[in-house]
């Protein structure tokens, strides 16, 4: 959460503004000033020898609270388990990622000798002079960094996500660097995911870790520019990717993150770590970018529980996965809602033969703005979990060799202009410069299965079928002569009017983006028609064909309809009557088998 603390407005301006105030208020604990590796118990709120609040002190925390509990759950057991928790979380943060402890005031050389207790206030307890909130972290007048936390947020077992995000507010601090304010809360919440996915993250003998936060507002939005404020506290698996460095590149890993805490440089974010690490932010992002496909960090299959809940609500596959439109000359473009801001990405799913030997994409560019850029790249997801890249382009064409295992194939494209800033708006509906581009989609070295009429081998059923006709015609192979052909079976539904529905159910699955209706019109009820609609069976209910071409009533003819391939053991078509019964005399359906 934003500390109280004015001069954070910019986290880490506070670090290079001297702190007013004389240290006074550092009154030790007499027994606990014996050795230099003795931790200090401090306060600069309240007198240490102060009856009317309460105290209780671990190796390098000191808990203060007063003697009004509001909500009637601070014990001191509960006490003793959070300081617990905090000499985890310190010890994670300090000993293991290796950053500098919160013991030394900031207006005090780093090497000091003298170390102090960190204070944690419980709010709600009757301490007036502590401001009230959830939980923040701020900065006292002697320039140490203390928390103030709200019983609720202080869980203890499991220790409570809250506490390693405050105090990692206070780590940064401490780092004396500059981090700018976007920045602030995606990294403190950095810090708590690799908390989460250690083994610190336990109490007592029970270990809770390795696992994982989530970052579903980036997911949800991931062609916005961030931090934004849609996803400004969940932009950290940029970082995540800096600091697992799967790609090997120059300079990138845990100890970048530490430069980046503890540099007091002006630049932006994304400068400061091209600056630290000697590579182009334009490469993280474009590495970062197309690992978000299959979540493939360290932690990949808690990542994926997430990313799969988020899929069981058929809403959310728009929002995570980006379709391109034709623009009726052989390219496709990206929708100008969906084109990403910097540092955005869309997620581009391929339809390929998987029988092909190889994928080409050309990529272009369309954005008039100037230093516009781009790091693309093709990303294939085997049948066993594996991920596999192209090599990263930003103009042209690049291609990618298909395996017999690859299961999926998506294009990732990410927004990198030369100039990448710090956007500092918090307006939720606020909107960055957007990059637009086309595409072309081929493949080579084909050798696809033959493309035949299916519905021979399907069994057809109807939400209603007068006795007198056949609901069996639908398949039979008889191709009429004309919409009024009565020398064969056919399929009709008087005396019913309103929306009726035909389907195919198969013993397989099959791969369809075809079908031929030819429509049955007697003139005597029933007739084409007003509208209708093509669907499939996607596991769980059923859903409208994407891209749907066609959709025609002409009588006396086949009706072509063709749309996005879709692979499925049912089809339908949704019928809406033009106040008359409706009637087909013959549905094919064009499709392949699928493995």
């Known amino acids: 959460m934003r500390p109280k603390n004015p001069f954070r407005l ?24 014996s050795s230099s590796d003795t931790y200090i118990a401090r306060d600069a709120f309240y007198d240490m020898n102060d009856t009317s609040v309460n105290r209780l002190s671990s190796e390098h925390f000191q808990i203060i609270w007063g003697k009004q509990d509001e909500t009637g759950t601070v014990t001191r057991e509960f006490v003793k388990g959070n300081l617990e928790n905090l000499e985890t979380i310190r010890d994670f943060y300090v000993n293991e990622l290796g950053f500098y402890d919160t013991s030394v005031s900031v207006n005090s050389p780093i090497n000091s000798k003298t170390h102090y207790k960190t204070n944690l206030y419980i709010n709600k307890t009757g301490l007036s002079k502590i401001a009230s909130d959830w939980a923040y972290m701020s900065s006292d007048r002697d320039g140490f960094a203390y928390m103030a936390v709200e019983p609720g947020a202080m869980r203890v077992d499991p220790p409570s996500w809250v506490i390693p995000h405050e105090y990692a507010h206070a780590i940064t601090m401490h780092q004396r660097g500059i981090v700018s304010n976007p920045w602030y809360e995606t990294t403190a919440n950095w810090f708590r995911d690799q908390y989460l996915g250690s083994t610190y993250y336990r109490y007592g003998t029970t270990v809770y870790g390795p696992t994982s ?24 698996p940029f970082l995540l990717y800096i600091t697992e460095n799967p790609d090997h590149m120059k300079g990138l890993g845990l ?17 400061k770590l091209s600056r630290l690490s000697g590579t182009s932010t334009k490469d993280m992002l474009g590495g970062y970018a197309r690992r978000m496909v299959t979540m493939d960090f360290k932690r990949q299959s808690s990542y994926l529980n997430y990313l799969n809940e988020l899929l069981q609500d058929s809403s959310n596959y728009d929002k995570i996965y980006t379709t391109l439109t034709s623009t009726g000359d052989g390219w496709l473009k990206v929708p100008e809602a969906k084109a ?29 703005v100037s230093g516009a850029d781009y790091r693309v790249s093709i990303v294939t997801k085997t049948k066993n979990g594996d991920t596999r890249y ?59 299965p033959e493309t035949k009429n299916i519905a021979l081998e399907a ?80 596991g769980s209910k059923w859903e409208n064909v994407k891209n749907a071409s066609g959709l025609k009533t002409n009588i006396n003819q086949y009706n072509t309809t063709t749309f996005k391939p879709v692979t499925t053991k049912s089809l ?11 009637g087909i005399l013959e549905w094919k359906v064009l499709g392949v088998a699928s493995n």
């Not at 001297?18 to 606990?32: I, R, Y």
């Open 340 to 368: 990403p801001m910097q540092g955005g990405y869309n997620i581009i799913p391929l339809d390929i033969n998987r029988n092909s030997e190889q994928i080409t994409v050309d990529f272009q560019g369309t954005s008039s």
């Open 10 to 33: 910019f986290a880490g301006v506070i670090l290079t503004v001297a702190m007013l105030g004389s240290t006074s208020s550092v009154k030790a604990e007499t027994q606990n000033a």
């Open 572 to 582: 339908r078509i949704q019928m809406v009557s033009n106040g008359a019964s409706t």
């Open 255 to 271: 100890d970048l993150m530490r430069k980046m805490f503890r540099d007091t440089g002006n630049d932006t974010m994304f400068d």
């Open 459 to 538: 069994t057809a059923s109807t939400s209603y079928c007068s006795s007198w006709e056949s609901i069996d015609a639908l398949n039979d192979g008889f191709d009429p002569i004309s919409s009024n052909d009565r020398t064969h079976r056919v399929y009709g539904n008087w005396p019913e009017t309103g929306t009726q529905w035909v389907q195919y159910d198969f013993t397989q699955n099959y791969t369809i983006s075809q079908c031929d209706i030819y429509w049955f019109k007697d003139d005597q009820g029933i007739d084409v028609p007003s509208s209708y609609k093509i669907q499939y069976w996607n």
């Open 390 to 448: 192209s090599s990263t382009w930003n103009n042209g064409r690049n291609s990618m060799k298909l395996q017999k295992e690859d299961e999926k194939a998506y294009l990732v494209v990410c927004a990198t202009p030369d100039t990448m800033l710090d956007l500092t708006s918090f307006d939720l509906d606020a909107t960055g410069t957007r990059y637009p581009y086309k595409i072309q989609v081929s493949t080579s070295g084909d050798n696809p």
């Open 213 to 236: 936060d989530f970052f579903q507002p980036i997911v949800l939005n991931s062609e916005y520019y961030f931090p934004h404020m849609k996803n400004y506290y969940d932009a950290w």
